[in-house]
């Protein structure tokens, strides 16, 4: 059964950072593109990151140059840098691991941003 736990959320203030881990139970993990999401309230799911199993990297416009995801194949792990943190970073995040036809979901990991 495939897991995927986060870890390294937590209350930040404006300007801090933080790391996020996301630990994946799956098999040949390094062919999977991996993700983080994110939702506020009230607003819908987006793409924060993502990284493919040839380490190519994407990112959402708004965390470009503050964020950096890497993963480490030898520990089935993905993680999320986050710098000059913002109080429009604050949500709940997810991790995601995608291989056609399907992905798999954490349970999400809150970061909150404020003073």
């Known amino acids: 059964q495939v897991q995927l736990v986060e870890s390294g959320g937590g209350l930040v203030q404006p300007g801090g950072s933080l790391r996020l881990s996301c630990a994946a139970s799956?098999?040949?993990?390094?062919?999977?593109?991996m993700g983080w999401y994110r939702q506020a309230p009230r607003k819908q799911r987006e793409l924060v990151a993502a990284?493919?199993?040839?380490?190519?990297?994407n990112y959402v416009d708004s965390v470009k140059g503050r964020f950096t995801i890497s993963r480490d194949n030898a520990k089935n792990t993905v993680y999320l840098q986050m710098n000059s943190l913002k109080p429009e970073d604050t949500a709940v995040y997810y991790c995601?691991?995608?291989?056609?036809?399907?992905?798999?979901w954490g349970q999400g990991t809150q970061v909150t941003v404020s003073s």
């Open positions: 995601n691991a995608r291989r056609s036809p399907g992905a798999y």
């Open positions: 799956i098999n040949s993990f390094s062919i999977y593109t």
């Open positions: 990284i493919t199993s040839g380490g190519s990297t």
